[in-house]
């Protein structure tokens, strides 16, 4: 953590992360504690230095976002979101971004995001080397970003030009 502050501090960083919560794998309470406390650390660094915080937060959302909102972080981009659309209002209303990764044109719940989040609140992003935009498509890489774009512009109604 004192390395990643130093960075900070030198300029050399443009945001914070990816760090977060991973609840995926049945993590014990201790294991997720400690994970917390990291988080929160990095938070207060972010803040500190006035950086961008990119959150991991798979099965873990909800316990991320109240992280967030009791830290006081400002800045918050949730990386590869895929929680549940109520909990994504909620983080876009708080202020802070969803990315949506390349595999959107196959992915319901996540066109359903795009078509229902605040333009301004939502970022594109690969999570290479995974969830590209087709299944097998190994591995996802940046060049998948404007056919993300497309799939959600679709899912928007919308002429890609304008997304």
């Known amino acids: 953590l004192a390395f990643i502050e130093a960075e900070a501090a030198a300029g050399n960083l443009v945001a914070i992360g990816e760090a977060g919560l991973d609840g995926m794998y049945g993590y014990t309470d201790r294991l997720l504690g400690a994970q917390e406390e990291v988080l929160r650390e990095l ?3 972010a ?3 006035k950086l961008p915080i990119i959150v991991h937060s ?6 991320v976002f109240e992280v967030m909102q009791d830290e006081g972080v400002e800045l918050v981009d949730f990386h590869c ?3 549940r659309k109520k909990l ?5 209303e708080a202020g802070y971004y969803l990315s949506i ?8 719940q996540l066109q359903s995001f795009c078509r229902e989040l605040p333009l301004e609140r939502i970022l594109t992003e690969t999570d290479a080397p995974y969830l590209a935009p087709e ?8 060049s998948n970003v404007p056919g993300a ?3 959600m512009a679709d899912a928007r109604g919308m002429p890609e030009e304008e997304l």
């Open 81 to 83: 979101f895929m929680g």
């Open 149 to 151: 774009l497309a799939a």
């Open 47 to 49: 803040q500190r230095q």
């Open 101 to 108: 990764p390349a595999m959107v044109g196959r992915n319901q």
């Open 43 to 45: 938070c207060r660094i």
């Open 58 to 63: 798979r099965a873990a959302e909800e316990r």
């Open 135 to 142: 299944r097998g498509c190994w591995p996802n890489e940046p």
């Open 88 to 92: 994504a209002l909620r983080i876009a």
